[in-house]
């Protein structure tokens, strides 16, 4: 059996390490290993990816060269590394292919490099990897011309993960009136997010809908600035951060709505979740939001917009009809198109495209 490691050197890395573990855990007849850096993140998904019965490997990034002795003494056959931002992953591309195994590298944002320097970097480790995989077509548009080689096109999928308790009690240890309309949001707090959009959406649809919760789970860089925003604008009792959180599935049985306002995205997992789950979506019309839930979606605003954001929220509120409808639509794409089994299985056929894992020669 070929021994595949999934990689990523990011310390924060958050959707992208459960990306990783949805695939290790669809992916069979290969025996696959997670690796990660050992930080508090890094260190959680580890936890998660033994618990889930795969075998993992903590990478210290300071000292890249025992990673590639680990490559070649546990006979690695193949390393597939993902990245989030272009200048992620370059340094474990080079020491997998220096210990003579064969690189695969994920994309799962557009590429965003501007400076010269990185450009010409990223260029240069193209030079290493066998296969480029996008997790979107707006991914892969985003990349193209960046360097040698095409990109093959797998969009993330996941396996729906059910409400570990009653939708009653999640409100009710959120201190959540029956009547509370509970306006999720699942994202990390970055600027990439946009939160602040959503912040300033908010007096505009409290007006309407005094009992509108809006619910941000999700940790990040910006943290303490969404923290003063809300308090600076008076919105600490409607609007609650939860930080991270691991029941996403019991948050999504009590929302009416999840909402994504990014500025840009590859492909989201949280959406994709919110699809399975049967939860209205609105999110912004960028990338893989595109991708997710179709043209046609009515529940899709232009990035930065907080009126139509707004807007797009009271609609959602007040027609219940309207997404009723968009909820089963997106629910059916995601069926038809976003499941684990399937991306694992398009993951596997690249991989077998390369000789040395398929055992044809070239």
């Known amino acids: 059996m070929k021994r595949i490691v999934l990689a990523t050197d990011s310390a924060q890395p958050s959707g992208m390490g459960e990306h990783m573990l949805t695939l290790g855990a669809a992916l069979s007849g290969f025996d696959i290993t997670l690796a990660c850096p ?81 450009q010409a970097q990223y260029r240069a480790m193209l030079m290493s990897v066998d296969r480029r995989i996008a997790v979107s077509d707006a991914v892969a548009a985003s990349h193209e011309g960046t360097g040698p080689g095409r990109h093959y096109v797998v969009r993330n999928g996941l396996s729906p993960r059910l409400p570990s308790r009653p939708a009653e009690e999640t409100r009710q240890r959120l201190g959540l009136a029956p009547t509370d309309t509970v306006l999720l949001s699942v994202a990390r707090l970055t600027p990439q997010k946009d939160h602040m959009a959503l912040i300033d959406a908010a007096p505009r649809v409290l007006a309407r809908h005094k009992g509108a919760k809006f619910i941000f789970v999700g940790s990040g860089s910006e943290a303490e600035a969404v923290g003063a925003a809300i308090a600076a604008r008076g919105l600490g009792d409607s609007i609650r951060l939860l930080g991270h959180r691991d029941d996403v599935p019991d948050l999504l049985a009590i929302a009416n709505l999840f909402i994504l ?35 046609s979606h009515p529940l899709q605003v232009p990035p930065g917009d907080s009126d139509a954001l707004a807007g797009a929220i009271l609609r959602a509120i007040e027609d219940k009809a309207l997404a009723s409808a968009a909820a089963r639509g997106a629910q059916a794409r995601f069926q038809a198109g976003f499941a684990a089994d399937r991306m694992a299985a398009e993951t596997a056929a690249i991989y077998l495209s390369l000789p040395s894992i398929s055992g044809t020669r070239p």
Do not use: C
């Open 38 to 118: 050992e930080g508090e993140a890094g260190r959680a998904l580890l936890r998660k990816a033994a618990l889930a019965g795969l075998a993992i490997k903590a990478i210290d990034l300071d000292r890249l060269d025992r990673f590639g002795t680990w490559i070649r003494a546990a006979a690695i056959d193949l390393v597939h590394v993902h990245a989030g931002i272009g200048w992620e992953g370059h340094d474990l591309v080079r020491v997998a292919k220096a210990a003579g195994v064969p690189v695969v590298r994920t994309e799962h944002l557009p590429y965003l490099l501007t400076s010269p320097v990185q």
């Open 261 to 295: 306002p990014s500025r840009f995205e590859g492909l989201s997992l949280a959406l994709l979740e919110a699809m399975a789950a049967g939860v209205p979506a609105l999110a912004t019309a960028v990338g893989g939001n595109l991708e997710a839930l179709g043209q």
